[in-house]
């Protein structure tokens, strides 16, 4: 291990709660039992974890004692073949028709990239993607407006006023987002011209129960009026079961992946039958499925290479450093995805991890077009990075160019000639196949490079489409380990929760009161009161602030830093706010201050005062 181990100290009466606990929430809340001591690992040991996680996505056999279904369900390939049908019509008609994808944060980003390119694939512009928070949440968090059904619903009219049909494709992994909630229910209240379809990874009786506030329904009561619709099929869901996520709740891992993965295999399909004019079969849907599986072999047998690079990462921030990836084409834009993910994730500022891609906004060919004037952290361009990053880079930064062997060979490595003068951590991420090989100029200015290599038989149908969303997928997997690795060995994580995490919409408030639950077994009442006197930085709670609806304690919280371990450190040391914040202050990471107050020396200290 490289870390000095402390005791995670929880007395078997302490685990036995836990677990008790655990049972009671969604499968995409719930700790993964694979990585719990993650935050023990080294990078080699990280990167082995989170491929052990991955692989769930692709487990085969439903679980007898509890019956949820998996990716090769009868049942949801079943949910996937109607879909693809109902895609396949659409596309006879595109002028009058339209797809629309929508999400929140990640699976907004993902309804975005897959808007973009099925409509490069079909020539026409049937697709289109609604993202909670509109252009500025793909490169940005912009939390609050998830829990906002209203919102939803007046963009989803705005871009469907004009169309006859409408196949309405809703991301909410856990189930919970109110955003979507409201697109899907106003769905159901006009199939006579849209047809809603849910996909998530938690069975329907673990979808949110809780109120929203403002609104009438729960995202529950959404869910359970549409499996009634999906029993006549007049709606669809996709919610296969791919096991808790490997860093507790972040469903930007396994969860984005899996939606990435099965809403390209049903989009390929109808695509497929449309073009040669035959049925859509379980056969066509499995193949793409077990393409996608081979994808995640061929990621993960570079383990050793990458977790080098991991390695580096982590080093980097625990130096105070930055990770920048500079991408080309859509690998640049899995770059920006992962990038504007680790501030709500990790309690990260924003320019601790940045994605650049060649072409800037001419690339991302996004709605509203180029928003580097919003500020630095919307200018995602090569010349922006050039102009405004490179010169202030340090050698202790970490910076990933991913790239294909077909992109511009002289291009790369001029631009990588210019970032090695300011840093020797110059790594790279590169795709081709066993015919492509990297010129050996480019090569040695890399100090390490992970070189995927792709078979042809991933590229039987629309060879160059196919194959780039097999390079995406690799690319997210490899991404979203470089910084989850790089915040746990910086001390973001504790045991596999983001203890660290930002609290700014309600999914991320309930998450907060959950790790206090679980790591102090107090009451849910204390644990809230402990969250309001971190987030308002007093130990006295006034009668007003008690009273007032969740939403303005996420309106006070959206830009704090640190509530969480404050409100954690001050329940488990039953102390002050401000020796709380002491204490984190004394400590190298957040996490190290956690597992001491957990270690056996201070739990005896703490008895005798």
């Not at 990280?46 to 090769?72: G, H, M, P, R, W």
């Not at 309001?532 to 830093?561: C, F, G, P």
């Amino acid at each position: 291990m490289k870390k000095n181990r402390f005791e995670h100290n929880i007395e078997s009466l302490h685990r036995n709660k836990l677990t008790e606990y655990e049972d009671t929430l969604p499968i995409t809340e719930r700790s993964n039992p694979i990585t719990q001591d993650i935050d023990l690992s080294d990078s080699v040991q990280i990167v082995q974890l989170l491929n052990k996680c991955d692989e769930e996505i692709f487990q085969k056999e439903e679980d007898s004692a509890t019956n949820y279904k998996t990716l090769y369900s009868e049942s949801i390939l079943t949910a996937l073949k109607g879909i693809a049908k109902q895609v396949q019509e659409m596309l006879r008609d595109a002028e009058d028709n339209l797809i629309v994808l929508s999400g929140c944060g990640t699976s907004g980003r993902l309804a975005f990239l897959l808007a973009s390119s099925f409509n490069r694939l079909s020539k026409t512009k049937i697709y289109d993607y609604i993202i909670a928070g509109g252009d500025k949440a793909l490169m940005t968090s912009q939390e609050l407006p998830e829990d906002n059904p209203e919102t939803g619903i007046k963009m989803l009219k705005a871009i469907t006023k004009m169309k006859k049909k409408v196949l309405f494709i809703g991301i909410s992994c856990g189930l919970s987002a109110p955003f979507v909630a409201g697109q899907l229910d106003f769905c159901m209240n006009n199939l006579d011209k849209f047809t809603p379809v849910l996909v998530g990874f938690n069975p329907i009786n673990m979808a949110r129960p809780d109120k929203i506030e403002g609104w009438h329904l729960t995202f529950l009561q959404v869910a359970e009026q549409l499996q009634e619709l999906h029993n006549i099929q007049k709606a669809f869901i996709i919610n296969p079961s791919v096991g808790p996520e490997g860093i507790t709740g972040s469903s930007r891992m396994k969860g984005g992946s899996a939606t990435k993965l099965l809403l390209e295999t049903v989009l390929l399909a109808a695509h497929k039958a449309l073009e040669n004019n035959t049925a859509i079969t379980h056969r066509c849907l499995l193949d793409l499925l077990r393409s996608y599986e081979e994808n995640l072999t061929i990621t993960y047998s570079h383990s050793e290479t990458f977790a080098a690079l991991v390695s580096q990462a982590g080093a980097s921030l625990q130096q105070n450093g930055h990770i920048y990836y500079i991408g080309w084409k859509s690998l640049g834009i899995m770059g920006i995805i992962d990038a504007s993910e680790c501030v709500p994730t990790f309690g990260a500022d924003a320019d601790h991890v940045r994605g650049f891609i060649y072409n800037g906004f001419k690339e991302m060919a996004n709605k509203e077009g180029d928003m580097s004037a919003l500020g630095p952290e919307f200018a995602v361009s090569h010349e922006h990075f050039l102009k405004t990053i490179l010169p202030t880079i340090r050698r202790s930064d970490t910076v990933v160019f991913v790239f294909t062997l077909d992109d511009d060979g002289a291009q790369i490595e001029k631009f990588a000639r210019q970032v090695k003068g300011s840093t020797f951590n110059l790594f790279a991420i590169s795709h081709g196949t066993a015919e492509q090989h990297m010129p050996r100029q480019l090569r040695e200015l890399f100090s390490i490079i992970v070189s995927v290599v792709w078979p042809m038989t991933l590229s039987k149908y629309k060879g160059s489409y196919v194959q780039m969303f097999h390079r995406e997928l690799c690319t997210k997997w490899m991404l979203n380990a470089i910084s989850t690795s790089a915040h746990i060995l910086k001390g973001k994580i504790y045991h596999n929760y983001m203890i660290d995490l930002k609290v700014s919409n309600s999914k991320l408030f309930g998450r907060a009161l959950h790790i206090l639950q679980i790591f102090t077994v107090q009451t849910k009442s204390q644990c809230f009161k402990a969250l309001l006197k971190s987030i308002y930085e007093t130990d006295e709670l006034s009668e007003k602030v008690k009273n007032v609806d969740i939403s303005e304690h996420i309106q006070q919280a959206a830009t704090m830093s640190k509530i969480v371990p404050v409100a954690l450190v001050a329940l488990m040391r039953s102390c002050s706010i401000s020796t709380a914040k002491d204490i984190l202050a004394s400590a190298l990471a957040v996490r190290d201050a956690i597992s001491a107050l957990n270690s056996p020396k201070t739990q005896v200290e703490g008895s005798t005062r």
